[in-house]
């Protein structure tokens, strides 16, 4: 049997644009299905070319890899990429007309969006809208040299600890929470000795995971002493991030000697057996162990093994005080799968003998109708089921709309979820889901005892609220790559909150607009040095409220707004 290991933290994402972020076994989220692609004349199509330059010197940078994007949900399209010449020049044509996102990389530099403040802001370039048979050939890029950090971990003896992992993390909300976004990651060699490149100037922690063993022999040790690991170990060495020193990165620069000592901490085993699996099955069950509390900042990564195939059995090792949620998935064909899930508390001992039952997926029957006048097309619609927790899924949860609007979610694992729609037109918003007397949409779906669900009412509304506007500074300038978020004033649970706020950033023109708006009071405010992901932070809205332009958007509503940009220049 496998050892447990340790996978640090995994991040429910959707992170759009090709971002350079450490995914550490992600629940995947589903996509949304693609609408028919629009067809475009030659003269209508477009083009785009521009230079990449070093930020520091000025000078050309060849060999820069340059990639463009499309960010239009209902009409998403594979990226088209291209790489600069001697010259540091770049150009692509037979674009078509809509909204992207342009990134450059570099080895040797911080990878860059078009229009972003800062180096390395994730989702927080400017979206290029293009028109029609229109030429954009005035892009500049400059690439700010990236900064490398060095050091070397060893442990309670001095001895080096290879294999290690190290990570640069950040946090950051996303989808309605606060998470500990990984920036960097590297493993520590022989001697202990890390290096993350590629890091760009902030505030991080660094965050240190120790090896753990891989063999499958049993641990036939004649001590009886407790059992003792390594715990997560936040530099400059302690084991809570709340007590763990930032490390501030400069631009460009080398820091060295950025070394941890890890402590060991008494641990706990995990065991116990599978039931349920097909007979003859040779399909690996993979076993979860994740921290019950959702906050990403506790620092408690998941931890990973696999059953036996023959009988069943699994253990999990190095298991540290807490409440846990213990998940077992098996994979059985193309978007099947059995699951099975129970809620454990370490305490001051081993679990042994616990059983964890596989059961089929179930299926999640419902069925979206229209409030009110309008035209919607049922089949350019999609439901999806998007993981509210940090548990380990695997398979398709998406599925489309049919014609009259019923809809079936095969093979839905036990687990907390998010009901999403996508494919629904600009003007049309989810005003309700419910299942029975439960309101879905304020507080999650919860298979969690048992993976069907039937009756599920999803509502639409044509009368969505639409907002467009402009950014500008101090001086009335326009100000392209602002952050503009638009966020509900009440108090809300935090599933309602990912499916009412909304944040975007303003193409080359300083221009912006956002659709398919709940109508509602809510706080409006533009940002200049922070991403789309930083901008959704509560605490951020409540520090600048002063600032923020109240609205009450209307069914149906139309408004326009000019808006003064709120600088966080200074604030990495």
């Not at 990878?111 to 030429?135: N, V």
Request: charged share 20%; net charge neutral; proline share 7%.
């Amino acid at each position: 049997m496998r050892p447990a290991r340790f996978l640090l933290f995994p991040l429910v994402t959707g992170l759009a644009w090709g971002q350079a972020v450490t995914l550490s076994q992600a629940p995947p989220i589903a996509q949304p299905a693609p609408a028919a692609p629009q067809q475009y004349k030659p003269e209508e199509l477009c083009t785009i070319a521009g230079i990449v330059r070093n930020a520091v010197t000025g000078e050309p940078l060849r060999k820069a890899e340059v990639m463009l994007m499309r960010v239009e949900p209902r009409n998403p399209q594979p990226p088209a990429r291209t790489s600069t010449n001697a010259e540091g020049r770049f150009a692509m044509k037979a674009i078509e007309p809509g909204q992207y996102r342009l990134s450059v990389t570099r080895n040797g530099f911080v990878r860059s969006e078009y229009g972003a403040r800062k180096p390395g802001s994730l989702m927080g370039g400017t979206t290029l809208s293009l028109s029609k048979g229109q030429t954009l050939d005035t892009i500049e890029f400059r690439l700010s040299p990236h900064s490398v950090i060095t050091g070397r971990i060893v442990d309670e003896d001095g001895d080096p600890v290879m294999g290690a992992s190290v990570q640069l993390v950040r946090p950051r909300y996303f989808q309605g929470r606060k998470q500990m976004l990984p920036m960097s990651n590297a493993m520590t060699n022989d001697l202990g000795e890390y290096r993350l490149f590629g890091v760009a100037p902030g505030k991080y922690y660094l965050s240190v995971t120790g090896r753990q063993s891989y063999n499958y022999a049993v641990d036939r040790t004649a001590s009886s002493k407790p059992e003792e690991g390594y715990a997560p170990t936040y530099y400059p060495g302690v084991e809570n991030i709340a007590s763990a020193t930032q490390l501030n990165v400069p631009l460009g620069r080398a820091i060295q000697g950025v070394d941890v000592t890890l402590r060991k901490t008494l641990t706990f085993r995990v065991k116990g057996k599978v039931t349920g699996a097909p007979s003859g099955s040779n399909r690996p069950v993979m076993i979860s162990l994740t921290a019950k509390d959702e906050d990403m900042l506790s620092g408690m990564p998941r931890m990973m093994s696999s059953a036996n195939r023959q009988n069943g059995e699994f253990e999990l090792s190095g298991v540290r005080l807490g409440s846990y949620v213990l998940q077992a998935v098996s994979p059985e064909g193309p978007n099947e799968v059995m699951s099975g899930r129970l809620v454990i508390e370490v305490t001051d001992h081993d679990l042994d003998n616990l059983t964890v039952s596989l059961s089929p997926g179930g299926e999640v029957q419902g069925s979206i109708r229209m409030e009110g006048e309008g035209s919607l097309n049922m089949r350019d619609l999609s439901v999806y089921l998007q993981p509210g927790t940090r548990s380990f899924m695997m398979g398709n949860t998406n599925v489309r709309v049919k014609e009259d609007g019923a809809f079936v979610i095969p093979n839905a694992p036990q687990d907390l979820f998010d009901v999403r729609v996508s494919g629904a037109p600009p003007e049309f918003y989810v005003k309700s889901i419910r299942l029975g007397e439960i309101d879905v949409l304020g507080n999650g779906l919860d298979l969690t005892q048992s993976a069907s669900a039937s009756g599920l009412d999803i509502v639409l509304s044509p009368t969505a609220a639409q907002l467009e506007g402009s950014v500008v500074d101090e001086k009335g300038d326009p100000v392209r790559g602002a952050t503009v978020t638009l966020r509900p004033t009440k108090s809300e649970p935090a599933a309602l909150v990912s499916q009412l706020l909304k944040s975007i950033t303003t193409d080359q023109n300083g221009a912006f607009r956002i659709r398919s708006i709940t109508p509602g009071e809510y706080n409006l405010l533009a940002f200049d040095g922070v991403d789309t992901l930083e901008a959704q932070d509560p605490d951020l809205f409540q520090e600048h409220s002063a600032d923020a332009v109240k609205l009450v958007l209307k069914d149906s509503a139309r408004e326009t707004k000019q808006l003064k940009v709120v600088s966080l220049q200074d604030k990495p």
